[in-house]
């Protein structure tokens, strides 16, 4: 039964970790770029799109479908950094316990 208790109580410690975790993140931002830096994004932690930078050399009308990659692949871009960044908080707060590979966390 005790160790039932400490159980519980390790859990919702945890609990309030990724709570505080979640709240970091949320306030991370990273910056994606494409295109050499002509086009960029940043992103919040909740991807949240926070701003665009395209610059004036874009801005041609036969290369609409190439800003359209470029914003795309700017976003992509910031996309993995802020992931990478929430991946490294987790390993960080989750190192130590008996969690099975390829499981995702936050539950």
Do not use: C, W, Y
């Amino acid at each position: 039964m005790k160790d039932l208790l400490g159980l519980m109580g390790k859990a919702k410690e945890m609990q309030a970790k990724f709570q505080a975790m979640q709240d970091e993140i949320a306030t991370v931002e990273a910056v994606g770029q494409a295109g050499g830096g002509l086009v960029s994004i940043t992103l919040s932690g909740k991807f949240d799109i926070k701003s665009l930078k395209l610059d004036p050399s874009l801005f041609r009308e036969d290369e609409v479908e190439i800003l359209e990659d470029l914003i795309l692949a700017a976003h992509n871009d910031a996309k993995a950094k802020v992931e990478q960044i929430m991946q490294e908080k987790t390993k960080a707060l989750t190192a130590g316990l008996p969690i099975p590979p390829g499981m995702k966390l936050p539950f």
